[in-house]
Structures are given as C-alpha cells and as structure tokens.
C-alpha cells in the first residue's frame, strides 16, 4: 500500500498572495529534496505540486547508491530503507541468448551497494514529511503554475491557480522542477537542444510467479527491446517500439501486441494475457534534451526541467536529487541573505552541466544508432554493451558510472 499522503487531511486555504524565499515548481524528488535541503538550512520555501497527491503509475522508481548516500548524510537513510523496497545489487540484460551483468555495484565506496527500487509516491510521500518537520517548509497541492512574474528583466515570482483559487507567490527564486514537460521553462523562453531520435515506451505490469527469472532489474531481449523490473509480486515491464509509433501498435490489435512483446520476454507466452486492454498499457514518450542556458535572473531548472534523460539506467530520478544537492550548496547563503545573484544560479549550472552531458552521451551509446537503410533494425546490441558482456571486469565500471555518476554531490554540514 502507498504511504500516506504528507496532506491526508483537507490543506489549510492558500492566501491570495504569499511571499517566500524561494518557490519550487514541482514536489518531485528534485523539488522536494531542494526544498527539504533549502528548509533545513533555514530558508523559507514553498514548493507548488499540480496534483492532488503522488499517486502515479510508471514514475522513475530506481533510488540509486550516490541517492541512498545522500540520505545517509542527512540521517535520513534507515527510515527510508524501512519502507517496502527491492534492492539490484546488479543489473542484468541478455545479449547474445547469454545472461550478462551489466552493472555491479558491490565495489562502490558508499553504505549501500545496491539500487533500491520503491514506488515513487512512497519516496515523494517520505521526503515531503520529513520536510514538514522544518518550520520554513510549505507544500501546497493543487497548485497549478500559470505563468511567471517579471519585473525588470527579473522573474520574482509566479501565479498559480488553486482550489481556493487564484495565489500570487513573490519569491526571491523561482526553481522549475517540475520535469520534461515543464510549464516553468516554457514560460521562461529558455532553449532547449535536443539529441538522438525521440522514441516510444509501453509500460505495463505482469504478475510475478515463483518460476519467473531471477532479475531484480534487467533482460534486454534479442534486441534490446524490453524492460523487466522486479516489483515484489508483479513486474514493471517496458517494451521499446521500434520503427513503428504507438498508434501504428493500436492499429494492428491488442493480440499482435501480445505476440510481439510475447517474443522478447523471457516470461511465458500466456502471462501476456494479463494485458487485456489498451487501458492496461502506458505511452512513454522519450526524448533527450537539455537546456542551453539552464538560468535567467530570478529563476533556475533543475532535473528534468533542465535536462530531459531517457528511462535507461534511472538516471532521471537520481540526477534530479544531485541537483538539488548542489543547488541547495550554493544557494542556501545567498537565499537566506537576499543576495542570489546571476552568478550563483550559473554557477549551479556550470557544476551540474558536465555530469548531465556525460550521462546523456552515455545513455545515447547505450541506445547505439539505427541503421540508416532500414528503420526497424538495429546492428544488434550496442557496442557499450558488447565490451561489458566481452570483459566481465567493465561491469564494475559500470557500476560506478551508474550508481554514482560522474560528480556524485554531498549534502554540506548544518545545511549549507
């Protein structure tokens, strides 16, 4: 069962106008992380969520080591670990009709040597009560941004509209957290590149049986074309559309689906049963992307708002916290003073930039390139993925490169 949501009951009236410290759009891991991080140091912040609740299906689930070690470092790490979770020690796929580890994670110099997979509702639920404990924290659900608040080439703030209806919120900063589709970075006019080819995923969940593989997270199927994830008793599985879009898949039939999926999981055949309509099935739509210039003055991106990753690895979730983290460093001072400047909101970005280029290269060599005469092939799996199953010991790397990244950030001391 989901935890609870941190506002069970009715949520107090929004006044028509609140001033902050700092407004986050979007109580996702980023948001709330950043406002749980910027609230323990004493700043006031007010993070705004759309939603009613966390409740949603096919979210990022993977909490990797360099995440786990961040709520180690805010004493935090055994009340998370306390909730229902399944933990990846290593990461699988099948390439070649052999089982290979592709990442192993037992070298890491960090308390948890795993992932841990939760149900994101249950992580965004224990990180936003955790956060209410601080006096400077304020979520408030059902708060839907409706454009930002601009004063001299500033952006000082933002309205939203509410169930109380419409809120101003005067800030000092504006942080869009609020992910690949976010409202903040449009309204913004920030420009966004994007890389590789935009792709589909149907996600869907399959009953997990005694005789089922042993993965915890893995299977990448003859070409690299399906996802399995161990949910305790179901699995979370994706299967990635190649050279055919998700209405082209509705229009040949559901059993056609079943048949296709049915060919590259290592699950039985008649398992596939268990999707019995297109409503059992969810659209993903997939792109990298990432800001040019993840700033303007008064207002700074973060996590998918700032740069879009593919489900490959879970980066997305992790990524998101590291940002945080590191926003949380240089801002908690200047934010608490008045004093946050353009160079503060680049600096944040000139820290986060090289981790986020490097893991988003890293994702585009794990998808490898379609052939370019036949859009519905591929040169088998890619060769990132061919020189871990050739050298077992690269898995170990892998390892690294997943479960912390290329700059894992830690929490400062006494909030920053």
């Not at 879009?245 to 055949?269: I, M, N, W």
Request: with cysteine; net charge positive.
């Amino acid at each position: 069962m989901p935890l609870a949501s941190p506002l069970a009951s009715p949520p107090a009236p929004a006044p028509a106008t609140l001033e902050t410290a700092c407004a986050i759009v979007g109580a996702g891991p980023g948001g709330l992380m950043l406002g749980l991080l910027l609230a323990r140091a004493g700043v006031a912040v007010t993070v705004l969520e759309k939603h009613a609740d966390f409740l949603r299906d096919f979210r990022g689930d993977t909490i990797h080591p360099s995440t786990l070690e961040v709520m180690h470092e805010l004493g935090l790490l055994d009340g998370l670990l306390a909730l229902p979770h399944t933990r990846a020690p290593r990461l699988h796929a099948e390439i070649g009709g052999r089982d290979v580890t592709l990442a192993d994670f037992s070298r890491l110099p960090t308390r948890c040597r795993f992932i841990a997979f939760m149900p994101q509702w249950d992580f965004l639920a224990f990180l936003a009560r955790e956060a209410a404990r601080h006096p400077h924290f304020r979520l408030l659900m059902q708060a839907e941004t409706q454009a930002l608040i601009e004063e001299d080439g500033r952006i000082v703030g933002l309205s939203a509209r509410t169930p109380q209806g419409p809120l101003t919120v005067r800030a000092g900063l504006v942080v869009g957290a609020d992910g690949r589709n976010s409202v903040v970075r449009e309204k913004a006019g920030l420009a966004v590149e994007s890389f590789g080819t935009p792709s589909e995923v149907l996600w869907m969940k399959l009953s997990h049986q005694p005789d089922d593989p042993p993965y915890t997270m893995g299977h990448g199927g003859p070409r690299q074309g399906f996802v399995m994830v161990d949910r305790g008793d179901y699995w979370q599985c994706g299967f990635v559309l190649r050279g055919q879009s998700y209405d082209e898949v509705q229009a040949k039939g559901l059993e056609a689906f079943r048949a296709s999926v049915a060919a590259v999981s290592p699950l039985p055949p008649e398992r596939m049963a268990e999707v019995r309509s297109w409503e059992d099935v969810s659209l993903l739509r997939v792109r990298i992307d990432r800001l040019t210039r993840w700033w303007r003055p008064g207002l700074l991106c973060i996590g998918d708002a700032a740069h879009a990753m593919s489900p490959i690895g879970g980066f997305g979730v992790n990524l998101a916290i590291q940002d945080a983290v590191a926003a949380a460093n240089r801002l908690a001072a200047p934010l608490k003073a008045g004093t946050v400047s353009d160079r503060d909101l680049a600096a944040v970005e000139a820290r986060r930039r090289f981790p986020t280029k490097a893991t988003q290269k890293m994702q585009l060599m794990m998808r490898g390139k379609r052939r370019s005469n036949d859009a519905t092939r591929r040169n088998g799996p890619p060769a990132f993925l061919k020189s871990i199953a050739r050298w077992p010991v690269l898995a170990h790397l892998a390892g690294r490169l997943v479960g912390l990244g290329f700059r894992p950030e830690h929490v400062k001391p006494n909030g920053g």
